[in-house]
């Protein structure tokens, strides 16, 4: 895999791990006794419900207590279309004659089974994933109980609470571990793909995921069909093994159990949820023979004790929950555990700050061939509450030009960014970009019509490689994976962060960090970058480095640049146009000499002296 | 507090199952001990389970909740029994009083008073007392608030008591009213009270009232109205419908004005 996110060791060491302890689990499952088989089939079902919460809840960092559903779902659609037409006709007299006579081949049911759940995703999906983040595991979880309340209620098609019996069991150990193989590859695939390394920058940061083009419904929509797919597949092996099937199966205590393993095992990594889900179904097994009155290990007897096995998983989810959050993995794939021993050298890292170095850039393709037209603020006022921000401020900005927008702290100068890049509507005035009205556009769509913004803060991707979230710019936008990957490389290296490409933005200094927040925003080859104090919280060192850095590549990139400052010493040398608000008016606009000398700017900025600090 | 808590359910199920042990004492005082228990546990929940994640983000919030309802209502599953026990309530309350020459049923006098009561506690709490201000401080920023001199723990520890002690009042209503406890007579509530605050919008009291009052209005109206065939189906609907409310206003119905983040 050249030029990918990891080197080849890295994904061979990642997809061989879990697959291998799959293939171990199959191995001790069959040659063991009837009873263990069965157990181990199960455990291998449950593995892949897991691995279909991982794909959405690891990589969209948002809990569904609603995906046991969709395994509900796979499990009944498997069921009803493989129990033999005696049976049918009396548990589910009112199934429609194509289902009650069907008797399909249990490979061909799965594989139904399996669509069903992703249509079933895709109508419940585009309601649920409109919601608030805050709001998605509240109505998740609504979903799981109304699809539990119509199985259980609907007598004549699904059985009722009674449930389903006379399902031909046709799963056994070595197709469920051959399936919950592939769930791992599949899991893999979608974690390193464009579209998941897009809803892991949402789990991340989502207004700066946003800025840089992703589509943050339609990003989560992606990651909830596919893990409806994978639970859905293990709910039909699930009922194909067991040969019955009651609501209660995928219900409340199968949310908590397969949350758990999830949990446990390490909720950001494919190899957590495999850890997990095999290290928790030994727990519960040997807690269930001790519920049941049996002697374990040869240990005494307690009676029986029903919720025993319940009890243990609530505390083990409790005691990982407070002492160790990221899980036995710490979220990380085997790969990448392998290579802790460089991570934990990034001290190293943090020694040095912004650092350029003068390398031209590759692949360039400056004609665009595009309209080269402006960037234009028209008459834009806003109010919070009684608070006028910004009143008919408008602004135009050339292609190629950079103009410095000063004022000082409540000016309405990042209000003003925050309308133009579509984190804010104004309540009048209208935006243009390339002559036509984008008033109203979402963040990602300006994003990929070329209109790119920064923040105050860095805001990084904590959890992926400077390579990965400056990848991430140029995904937003479109790109497949291996374009994107060259053009990071192309832009950590113009930046002179290449050789940081491996380490966690997180681990980073603010320096370096402010400076990775530029590279994805270039990522995304803008027309127009908005950098919101750029220079903010850095040291005078740093400040001027970044100045230096940014005449450079605004030139190689040729891109319009608004740029947002407190320094005006920094915003003269840097632009050729300078715009000065306060108190959300424009009170001047010309060269950064002129400026300097109009009496109404000295007055209202300069006369009180040049802030020291710069407000975050 | 932005904590959302899944073993609400169970500081309502724990105080009914203290009725149901307490059988034969005076009802007054097996209420009392039923509620102090209630306060007792919230409290030591926030202490072991809920103060150590305080800091983590809201989803790892809700899964330690889960761990905890999980712990308790298994407990009580394992050392009394997995099906519902009945309890024995006053006489008094199952008669009925005239009121301008209407009978009205004795409980539902009680329960009229004891939420008009509470409500009232509640807002004189929140909107009137000292640890109230902090407490609405400590919910709009809560380093800010800690910065400021408010003991963020106290503040906690009341918010937690405060939630027990309602959810308890909460647990002796539904006792007396259907003389029944089970382990799982919690979640149903606690999920009510879930999509209640997600369609009113979180954070404001008056989101919660709203959002509750609809669902027991739809929950009522579908019950009268709704075709005897479809009457199972009836928390289906009432759980479907209200999501459609967050297709459209996803931030939920009552919503701060210009509340959008500081970025």
Redo the contacts between chains.
């Keep these: 895999m050249h030029g990918g996110l990891h080197s080849p060791g890295t994904v061979a060491v990642s997809a061989a791990a879990p697959l291998a302890l799959v293939g171990l689990t199959v191995a001790i499952g069959a040659s063991g006794s009837p009873s263990l088989q069965g157990t181990v089939a199960i455990a291998l079902c449950n593995l892949i419900i897991v691995l279909g919460l991982q794909v959405f809840i690891g990589n969209s960092g948002v809990y569904s207590f609603g995906q046991l559903g969709f395994a509900m779902a796979g499990g009944y659609l498997a069921a009803l279309l493989t129990v033999p037409a005696s049976f049918s006709a009396f548990q589910t007299p009112g199934l429609p004659a194509l289902l009650s006579e069907a008797q399909l081949d249990p490979l061909a049911a799965t594989l139904i089974a399996v669509a069903g759940s992703v249509l079933l995703a895709l109508l419940v999906g585009l309601p649920l994933m409109r919601t608030s983040t805050l709001a998605i595991p509240i109505s998740t979880f609504a979903f799981l109980i109304v699809a539990y309340n119509v199985l259980a209620n609907w007598d004549a098609v699904t059985g009722g609470s009674g449930g389903l019996v006379a399902i031909p069991t046709s799963t056994s150990v070595t197709s469920a571990g051959l399936w919950a193989g592939m769930a791992v590859l599949a899991a893999l695939a979608f974690k390193w793909s464009a579209s998941g390394y897009r809803l892991q920058a949402t789990r991340e940061d989502e207004a700066a995921a946003r800025s840089l083009g992703v589509r943050l419904m339609g990003e989560r929509m992606v990651g909830f069909v596919l893990s409806a797919a994978l639970c859905g597949l293990g709910g039909a092996l699930a009922a194909q093994q067991s040969g019955v099937l009651t609501p209660n199966a995928f219900y409340f205590a199968a949310t908590v159990t397969t949350l758990t393993m999830l949990v446990v095992g390490g909720v950001r990594s494919v190899l957590g949820a495999t850890v997990g889900a095999l290290a928790i179904t030994v727990v519960v097994e040997t807690l269930r023979g001790f519920e049941e009155g049996h002697r374990v290990f040869g240990l005494p007897s307690l009676g029986e004790t029903p919720g025993l096995a319940a009890i243990g998983l609530g505390v083990i989810l409790l005691a990982v929950m407070i002492g160790r959050p990221s899980g036995l993995t710490g979220g990380r794939e085997a790969g990448e555990l392998l290579r802790r021993r460089r991570e934990s050298c990034s001290s190293s890292a943090r020694g040095h700050g912004v650092r350029l170095t003068s390398i031209p850039r590759e692949g360039a393709h400056l004609d665009r061939g595009t309209k080269r037209q402006e960037l234009v603020a028209d008459g834009v006022s806003l109010a919070f509450g009684g608070l006028q921000v910004l009143r008919d401020v408008s602004l135009v900005l050339r292609p190629g030009e950079r103009l410095g927008l000063i004022g000082p702290n409540g000016a309405g100068k990042t209000t003003l960014v925050n309308v133009i890049s579509g984190f804010q509507r104004a309540d009048a005035g209208s935006v243009y970009l390339g002559g036509g009205n984008v008033s109203g556009h979402s963040p990602a769509r300006l994003a990929r019509a070329g209109l790119v913004r920064s923040f105050q803060a860095a805001l990084p991707f904590e959890q992926l490689s400077c390579l990965e979230s400056v990848a991430v710019g140029a995904m937003g936008t479109g790109a497949g994976r291996r374009r994107a990957v060259g053009e990071a490389r192309a832009v950590l290296t113009r930046l002179g962060l290449l050789e940081l490409s491996a380490e966690r933005a997180g681990s980073l200094p603010a320096g370096s960090q402010r400076l990775l927040g530029i590279a994805r925003a270039l990522a995304t080859r803008p027309r127009y970058l908005l950098l919101d104090e750029p220079a903010a919280g850095l040291n005078d060192q740093e400040g001027a480095e970044l100045v230096e850095a940014l005449r450079d590549v605004v030139a190689d990139f040729d891109c319009g640049l608004l740029l947002i400052e407190h320094d005006i010493n920094l915003v003269t040398e840097l632009c050729t146009r300078v715009q000065v608000l306060d108190q959300g008016r424009t009170v001047a606009l010309g060269s950064p000499e002129a400026v300097q000398r109009d009496p109404a700017v000295i007055e209202s900025y300069l006369g009180s002296g040049y802030p020291a600090v710069a407000g975050a | 507090m932005g904590l959302?808590n899944f073993a609400q359910g169970e500081f309502i199920m724990v105080p009914a199952y203290v009725l149901y042990l307490l059988a034969g004492v005076p009802f007054g005082l097996a209420a009392a001990a039923a509620l102090a228990v209630g306060i007792g546990l919230a409290l030591g929940a926030e202490r072991i389970?809920f103060r150590?994640?305080r800091d983590?983000?809201?989803?790892?919030q809700?899964?330690?909740s889960?761990?905890?309802?999980?712990?308790l209502?298994?407990?009580?599953?394992?050392a009394i029994d997995?099906r519902s026990q009945s309890v024995a309530t006053p006489s008094g309350l199952s008669e009925s009083s005239t009121i301008l020459g209407l009978a009205v049923p004795n409980l539902e006098l009680v329960s009229l008073a004891l939420g008009a009561a509470t409500l009232g506690a509640l807002s004189w709490i929140l909107f009137r007392s000292r640890v109230g201000l902090e407490m609405r401080a400590a919910a709009e920023n809560f380093e800010m608030a800690r910065l400021l001199g408010v003991r963020a723990n106290r503040v906690l520890s009341v918010a937690f008591a405060i939630s027990g002690a309602l959810a308890a009042l909460a647990g002796i209503l539904l006792v007396t009213q259907t003389g029944q406890v089970s382990p799982t007579m919690g979640?149903t509530p606690v999920?009510i009270g879930?999509?209640a605050v997600?369609i009113g919008g979180?954070g404001r009291i008056g989101g919660a009232v709203l959002g509750g009052v609809l669902l027991g209005a739809l929950s009522s109206l579908l019950g009268a109205y709704l075709p005897d065939g479809l009457q199972?189906?009836r928390?289906?609907i009432v759980?479907?419908l209200?999501?459609?409310i967050?297709?459209f206003r996803?931030?939920?119905l009552l919503v701060r004005?210009?509340g959008?983040a500081?970025?």
């Design positions: 959302m389970a150590p994640v983590a983000d809201l989803s790892a809700l899964v330690t889960l761990a905890l309802a999980t712990i209502q298994s407990v009580v599953m394992a997995t979640l999920v879930f999509v997600t979180f199972p189906f928390d289906a759980f479907s209200p999501v459609l967050l297709i996803p931030e939920g004005p210009g959008a500081r970025i």
